[in-house]
């Protein structure tokens, strides 16, 4: 849905409208290459994204530092402080908001105001501002069941402590 709504407002498709704003002007080492979900036909917007590890680095500190490249605010001024942050949906916490997942710490507290991007089989972007810590994983998982050896928010937690 939200590569459709690119398209209907920008007229391009979401890969050459990141490529234009965003990814081009990063430096990128490399193309990305997004998952279609028909030949010829749209980006599967809320994954699919390949892109080496270095890339998904680069693009989570540009995430991390609110979105400015060379000076310039690239993604609107709330939108990030808007993205990483849980919502009350139904009387129940939702930790989600604009493709990313706030990650709590093992007390379940948002203090630090860590969040994710989540690749369906094992890659991730972690961004801890407060702890100025930013992980990026690529790894080949087989298809979700649920029951990972180590939970990956306990990994990102785990990792935040030993840094520290």
């Known amino acids: ?9 920008t007229g391009k498709w979401l890969s050459d409208y990141l490529s234009a704003r965003i990814w081009s002007r990063l430096g990128m080492e490399a193309d990305a290459y997004w998952w279609l979900e028909a030949p010829g036909g749209l980006e599967v917007a809320g994954s699919g994204l390949c892109a080496p590890l270095r890339d998904y680095a680069r693009f989570g500190r540009f995430i991390m530092k609110g979105g400015v490249i060379d000076g310039e605010l690239v993604l609107p001024g709330n939108w ?18 604009y493709m990313w997942w706030t990650v709590p710490d093992r007390s379940g507290s948002l203090a630090d105001g860590a969040y994710a991007a989540r690749g369906i089989f094992g890659q991730y972007m972690y961004l801890n501002p407060a702890q100025d810590v930013l992980i990026a994983v690529l790894s080949s998982r087989a298809k979700p069941r649920g029951a990972e050896a180590i939970l990956d928010n306990d990994f990102f937690n785990s990792t935040v402590e030993a840094l520290r």
Do not use: C, H, I
């Not at 990030?80 to 908001?97: F, I, K, N, P, Q």
């Open 80 to 97: 990030m402080a808007e993205a990483g942050v849980s919502r009350t949906v139904g009387g129940a916490r939702l930790d989600y908001g």
């Open 1 to 9: 849905m939200v590569g459709a709504l690119v398209k209907a407002a």
